[in-house]
């Protein structure tokens, strides 16, 4: 394996680059839009590595959560499940429904002593549809949750783009006034300055696109989690409501 000469280094080093000499060649204005972008797209991979591993943990989680949900027949099984997965989502939910069966059950004196390792009895069928709306009310603040921090990338991934514009026009003005005043339109004198007047929108499309990227993933990532809370939502009320 051929070591790289301190030369060839050299030529690889970033300072040394061309786009560098061009981002250094730029005016104030321009050279604050690269850095907030430098800035958003910081922010962005944080997000993005931060959002990546939470979803993959409670991706197992659920899926763990869900083969031994499919066995629940009972509301003690059910209890006993919460209690060996109480941090997956599916766990969440379950723990939630129980504080608002207990809660039902207070108020009609059905409930036997106290806490949520106290014995429960199902809840009467003309509850269900209460419970019905307060499982969706809990999968949607689950998924608020689930969802925070995504926001930032959909805006990064719409604004970045704009932002870029903005320093393309702003650098094109200066090229053009830099222009009028050499007196002179040829390749030479006009490229400069588009070059660096480019390099902006260059830069917030380099933000722009892997914001969008992670923003679809996740979002779509996220309704499949939907999908399957909504599947053990149903399923609790027909382990929790008793039909007759």
């Known amino acids: 394996m051929n070591c790289l000469t301190k030369g060839e280094w050299m030529d690889l080093n970033i300072f040394n680059s061309a786009a560098w000499h061009l981002v250094m060649q730029t005016d104030w204005m321009c050279k604050c839009i690269l850095l907030g972008l ?8 944080a997000i993005a590595a931060l959002k990546y591993m939470t979803l993959r943990k409670q991706k197992a989680l659920l899926a ?5 949900f499919k066995k629940v027949r009972t509301l003690p099984e059910l209890l006993d499940l919460y209690k060996t997965a109480p941090e997956s989502l599916g766990g969440k939910l379950v723990g939630r429904l129980f504080a608002e069966v207990q809660r039902i ?12 390792g106290s014995t429960m009895t199902m ?22 949750e689930e969802e925070s921090y995504l926001p930032l990338l959909g805006s990064s991934a719409a604004v970045s783009p704009l932002i870029g514009l903005f320093g ?10 830099d222009i009028s005043k050499e007196k002179s ?6 490229a400069p300055g588009i070059a660096e007047a480019l390099i902006t929108t260059l830069a917030g499309l380099v933000v722009a696109i892997p ?9 779509h990532e996220l309704r499949r989690i939907e999908s399957q809370l909504l599947d053990i939502g149903e399923m ?3 382990i929790t409501v008793q039909e007759r």
Do not use: N, P
């Open 236 to 238: 609790l009320l027909i």
């Open 123 to 144: 809840v009467a069928a003309h509850k269900r549809d209460y419970l019905e709306i307060l499982v969706s009310q809990h999968i949607g603040t689950l998924m608020l």
């Open 64 to 68: 763990e959560f869900l083969l031994q």
């Open 105 to 116: 059950q207070q108020s009609e004196v059905r409930l036997v002593g106290g806490g949520l």
């Open 185 to 190: 339109a040829d390749i030479s004198t006009v």
């Open 168 to 177: 393309t026009i702003w650098g094109l003005i200066h090229a053009f006034l």
């Open 38 to 45: 430098f800035v958003l797209s910081v922010y962005c991979i």
């Open 211 to 219: 914001a969008m990227i992670a923003f679809h993933y996740f979002s």
